[in-house]
């Protein structure tokens, strides 16, 4: 692993589960302090207690400035200020477009995107502060769309086209990586409410044999792990029997 890692500190939203603890495994073992965000309190503390080392729990919600305000205090606090920011939480709650989605159509935008935007409005000062780097999870949805994923489509569209935007307004000083992961096991698929939604996301995952959630955090590290002349900054990576 890379030495470019060691001794940075990496902050992870959605850090409960699926990419988000994987990729804290991954860094925490190349060196990085990690400070682990997310909701559920109990999931993030446990992955603390079992990292251990630099590594602190911080409970906080992507669509909540203020309890992000404080995690950005602690993780400048307790570990020196983020050097790696990965903006990872999301939902995929895939559904006909319609009026009885309006509250998963609102919720995966505050969360997708606008909860990507604002963790990183506050965490912004801390990465410029000695060049940091920032990596957005989007996802091949964010290059293809498809009945029933509407909104999941637009908030990734959406999330791509921001982060360009971005890297060339932050670059030198903070390199913007986009990962757009295709089928990844996780825990996306059980959150679906619309049945058959949910049946045929599960189907397609089987059939391309989805990829791991440490496959795209070995990505994540590569990424970060690179020397500052470098920057990979769009990775697109699908299960090798994913057509789209």
């Given at each position: 692993m890379s030495d470019e890692i060691s001794g940075r500190t990496a902050v992870i939203t959605g850090?409960?589960?699926?990419?988000?603890?994987?990729?804290?495994?991954?860094?925490?073992?190349?060196?990085?302090?990690?400070?682990?965000?997310?909701r559920r309190s109990d999931r993030i503390e446990a992955l603390a207690r079992e990292l251990g080392g630099d590594t602190i729990a911080v409970t906080a919600d992507v669509t909540d400035r203020a309890s992000l305000e404080q995690a950005a205090a602690r993780v400048h606090d307790e570990l020196g200020g983020a050097d790696i920011l990965i903006n990872n939480a999301g939902q995929m709650l895939l559904s006909p477009f319609g009026p009885d989605y309006a509250q998963e159509t609102?919720?995966?935008?505050?969360?997708?995107?606008?909860?990507?935007?604002?963790?990183t409005e506050v965490f912004l000062d801390q990465l410029r502060d000695g060049g940091g780097d920032l990596v957005n999870i989007s996802s091949v949805a964010g290059r293809t769309a498809g009945k029933g994923s509407s909104v999941y489509n637009a908030t990734k569209w959406g999330l791509n086209g921001w982060s360009e935007a971005l890297r060339q307004e932050l670059l030198p000083d903070v390199r913007v990586i986009v990962v757009e992961p295709g089928a990844v096991d996780t825990e996306l698929t059980d959150h679906i409410t619309h049945p058959r939604s949910q049946e045929g996301a599960r189907a397609m995952y089987e059939k391309v044999e989805a990829l791991t959630s440490q496959d795209i955090a070995d990505v994540i590290a590569f990424a970060v792990g690179r020397p500052r002349r470098v920057a990979i900054n769009e990775v697109l990576i699908r299960p090798s029997k994913q057509p789209l």
């Open positions: 850090a409960s589960s699926g990419i988000g603890e994987a990729t804290a495994h991954t860094l925490a073992a190349a060196g990085a302090r990690v400070a682990l965000l997310a609102r919720r995966m935008v505050e969360i997708n995107l606008l909860g990507a935007m604002t963790t």
